[in-house]
Nanobody
Framework: VQLVESGGGLVQAGGSLRLSCAAS????????IAWFRQAPGKEREGVAS????????NYADSVKGRFTISRDNAKKKIYLQMNSLKPEDTAVYYC????????WGQGTQVTVSS
């Protein structure tokens, strides 16, 4: 199992970033996949998830209306479009199954300056 996150960076408040997660080593289309994030000194939290079958999505209240999760089963990829970024979105972002049962990747750092 391998999850490789990319697309992070430094952006000013109000800006946008698009994160990608490339998956391999498991039957990708069988899993609901989620994005998580961990800010310094805080616990890892769920940000958004997407179902494996009907593509239904769920978002944390803190990102609802600003972030959009999507998936491409053919490419075995998950995306997170992040708009109207805020300094409090600063964190390392990870993808995993929504039950966190897969091996964690290295994550991708997102830093939002005020």
């Amino acid at each position: 199992v391998q999850l490789v996150e990319s697309g992070g960076g430094l952006v000013q408040a109000g800006g946008s970033l698009r994160l990608s997660c490339a998956a391999s080593g498991f039957t990708f289309e069988d899993y609901a996949i989620a994005w998580f994030r961990q800010a310094p000194g805080k616990e890892r939290e769920g940000v958004a998830s997407i179902c494996s079958t009907d593509g239904s999505t769920n978002y944390a209240d803190s990102v609802k209306g600003r972030f959009t999760i999507s998936r491409d089963n053919a490419k075995k990829k998950i995306y997170l479009q992040m708009n109207s970024l805020k300094p409090e979105d600063t964190a390392v972002y990870y993808c995993n199954s929504d039950t966190q049962e897969l091996s964690w990747g290295q994550g991708t750092q997102v830093t939002v300056s005020s």
